[in-house]
């Protein structure tokens, strides 16, 4: 009987890992192309190749802990030198040499992240492999098995709701150019009260508003230098002259709102160096938790039995998936969702930090991912038996697309109506991560039901075959949906240098909202179509093919009994 030590213990390890995985999953990109400025294009490629290399790492390093022998277990020995040299690689990844040129920069984003995916497989297949070595099975292992996956919850949801605004304090306290970006702040304060000022002083002598001149600044803001800009600002400028404005009180409002704009340009570069440094320091203590909490977990664990592991090459992956159409369908599904979530979660920061409400990126940001991540787990342990009492599985499935479905409709109907009031993204975040979390679990309750299904038609049971695909197919759907959104930012032209003040030019925030909802809507649906038109198990099919099963191993018994 595991004590509750080793309970806990067991659980940090999961906590630390997850911690480490998510702040890797979800910021690299951001922080090679929007902070340093690597190619969105260059930084996808780099995804996607590390993801499948490292999808094919899996099975190799399964086989290296299966033959590892030592006085301290198979297990224990790799997941201390997998973490402690994981935990070095994560700080160096997030600590690239910004005087780097930019083929340097791609050269060391490459190589660290692509050594992290392998020294993060080094650590992650003996955590989990080593559960039969500790526990007596049934519902003891069950039990741990499940306090470990929420644990690792918990470590993704604390660095998706902490990261930005921890960066940002950290890069305030630490990095040399925190003054810096202070002294531009102010310059935006004093020139937007210059501003403010002079717009009182138009509106009371002339017949201009308020609304018309913040229009031109938007307008001398987003000028492209084209002949459709000049010709828009003319016009504006034709009015203002016409409504009693002077040429010389033109002339001043134009220079005050260039002024705005140079100081907000300013103040975003300003910010970078912040924000790298903010990086460098919170990667550090992230890396150092995770090597705490996982020395917790070696010292309080110990390997009671000597277990048979073997991890499935490749090869025995995708022989036992092709045989088994149902299991087919399930990880086409897994691709689709999870490919449709991360693009969503790749591209939202960008979203956030020049599209809605810029001013407020950091706070908006992170009580963004709380709600979603708050109902994603909500979704896990309340909806999803809620709804198990008066739905199968599958309705199940399809009321979880249509949440999802109605989720992204929303959020791009707010995304499109400018719109900067944060609740008015709160119902998509509800039905989107909802949607996620129940998909999750259906999904892999299906995956279970294929391997029964597996058996029936092929006469052999591949569960440990079938879950490793699992594995292996959110890696990849990671590695697409990484490429798909660096396409987005190369295409839309998102960075640092093309913005327009502290926001995006019109067009780019036009593709930008497109893309982070239109794109999942598509793939989401093309999952759909899939499962609909494949997929057979429901919970009338799976009931006889476990009836079926019963059958044939009373047969086989009675043959077997028979023959003694």
């Not at 951001?30 to 969105?40: E, R």
């Not at 009671?304 to 592991?309: A, D, E, I, L």
């Not at 249509?402 to 992204?408: C, L, N």
Request: positive net charge.
């Amino acid at each position: 009987m595991l004590s509750g030590k080793e309970k806990i213990s067991y659980g940090l390890g999961a906590v630390g890992k997850d911690m480490v995985y998510m702040l890797s999953a979800s910021y690299i990109l951001y922080y090679y192309q929007d902070l340093l400025g690597v190619s969105a294009i260059a930084m996808g490629i780099i995804l996607l190749i590390a993801r499948i290399f490292d999808a094919f790492n899996d099975p190799i390093m399964g086989i290296i802990v299966a033959k590892t022998k030592t006085r301290w277990g198979k297990f224990r020995p790799w997941l201390l030198i997998g973490t402690l040299t994981n935990a070095v690689v994560l700080f160096l990844m997030f600590s690239a040499p910004p005087a780097l040129n930019k083929t340097g920069l791609i050269a060391y984003a490459a190589v660290t992240y692509i050594v992290w995916g392998v020294t993060y497989t080094m650590m992650d297949i003996p955590y989990w492999s080593m559960i039969p070595a500790f526990t007596k099975g049934g519902k003891e292992r069950e039990g741990l098995s499940a306090l470990a996956r929420s644990c690792a919850g918990v470590g993704s949801a604390v660095i998706s709701i902490i990261t930005v605004m921890t960066v940002f304090a950290l890069g305030m306290k630490f990095s040399p150019d925190a003054e810096a970006y202070k002294n531009s702040v102010a310059l935006i304060e004093q020139t937007k009260a210059a501003q403010e000022k002079l717009i009182d002083s138009i509106c009371l002598e002339t017949a201009v508003t308020a609304d018309e001149l913040e229009l031109y600044a938007v307008k001398i803001k987003e000028n492209k230098g084209d002949e459709a800009s000049a010709a828009l600002i003319n016009a504006a400028e034709k009015d203002f002259l016409e409504k009693g404005m002077s040429q010389a009180l033109l002339d001043e409002y134009k220079a005050v709102v260039t002024n705005v704009a140079v100081a907000e340009k300013d103040s975003v570069k300003a910010k970078v160096p912040v924000e790298r440094t903010g990086y460098k320091y919170f990667s550090l203590i992230v890396a150092v938790l995770f090597v705490v909490f996982i020395v917790i977990t070696c010292a309080a664990i110990k390997e009671k039995s000597t277990v048979k592991f073997q991890s499935p090459s490749v090869g025995e992956m995708f022989r036992a998936l092709f045989r088994n159409d149902q299991a087919v369908v399930i990880v086409a599904a897994i691709v689709m969702i999870n490919t449709a979530l991360y693009i969503t979660s790749n591209l939202v920061i960008y979203f956030f930090k020049y599209d809605f409400n810029p001013a407020a990126f950091e706070s908006n940001y992170s009580m963004f991912n709380m709600f979603g991540g708050g109902f994603q787990i909500l979704a896990m342990m309340i909806l999803f038996p809620l709804f198990r009492k008066f739905m199968n599985t599958v309705k199940i499935f399809y009321a979880s697309f249509f949440m999802a479905f109605t989720g992204y409709i929303i959020l791009l109907f707010v995304a499109v109506s400018g719109t900067s009031n944060f609740w008015a993204l709160v119902p998509s975040a509800f039905l989107i991560m909802s949607a996620i979390g129940m998909l999750n679990v259906v999904v892999t309750i299906f995956l279970a039901n294929t391997v029964d299904y597996g058996e029936l038609k092929n006469h052999r049971r591949d569960e440990s075959v079938i879950f490793s695909m699992q594995t292996f197919v959110v890696k990849l759907a990671s590695g697409i949906s990484a490429l798909i959104a660096s396409v987005v930012l190369a295409v839309c032209n998102i960075n640092k240098d093309a913005i327009n003040g502290t926001k995006l030019a019109a067009s780019s925030t036009i593709g930008l909202r497109m893309s982070m909802t239109l794109i999942p809507l598509v793939v989401l649906i093309a999952g759909l179509i899939i499962f609909k038109t494949r997929f057979i198990l429901n919970d009338k099919k799976v009931q006889e093919i476990n009836e079926q099963l019963a059958a044939r191993g009373k047969k086989l018994e009675a043959i077997t009994s028979d023959a003694e």
